[in-house]
């Protein structure tokens, strides 16, 4: 994640705000850009699926395990799971200075809450990114939401194509000449 950050700031510095998700979750395009017009003058933008008042996991063998001498408080400062956040770009630098001062932790969402914390900056609850599973019904509604078998995949595609909800790859994307090449047999 911290290389992620760094790699952001460094790279995609004519940006107002980054998106981050997990490979898991299936995203909106449109709902993307219609959220950054509507947060467009928000400089310090940490929204996502909001947790305010989670407890350190301190079973032993667990992946989410953390000991007293690595987090030594009763809970997590607020933070945003980890699988779609947005950042605004000032933030994301702010996190990138921040990070060699602050303890790493295994845990990349619950870290960057901590960083957060350190910062003062409080995450902002997103109700348009689906954490839990999520009808396909109710698909349009949401920038990014997880937790699909390949089949419900292939249900949620089949239903945006049915009734011809806009999926158009985004602009840069349609833009991309692929050459064609012709093969003689």
């Known amino acids: 994640m911290m290389m992620a950050y760094r790699w952001a700031v460094s790279f995609c510095n004519t940006s107002d705000y980054l998106f981050f998700v997990d490979d898991d979750y299936f995203v909106n395009i449109d709902n993307i850009q219609a959220y950054i017009k509507k947060v467009k003058d928000n400089k310090m933008l940490f929204s996502g699926t909001f ?39 000032p933030l994301a630098r702010k996190f990138n200075l921040a990070f060699p001062f602050v303890k790493p932790m295994h845990i990349d969402d619950v870290y ?34 997880r937790n699909f078998s390949k089949r419900d995949k292939q249900r949620h595609w089949l239903y945006m194509r049915q009734f011809k909800v806009n999926i158009k790859p985004p602009k840069m994307v349609q833009q991309i000449k692929v050459p064609q090449r012709i093969v003689k047999v």
């Open 112 to 145: 960057l809450g901590v960083v957060a914390k350190k910062l003062d900056v409080r995450p902002l609850q997103n109700k348009d990114i689906g954490y839990r599973k999520v009808k396909v019904q109710s698909l349009r509604r949401y920038i990014a939401c």
């Open 51 to 89: 947790l305010g008042r989670s407890v350190p996991y301190r079973v032993n063998g667990s992946k989410w395990y953390i000991s007293w001498e690595d987090y030594p408080y009763d809970r997590w400062p607020p933070y945003l799971a980890g699988g779609a956040y947005f950042v605004s770009l």
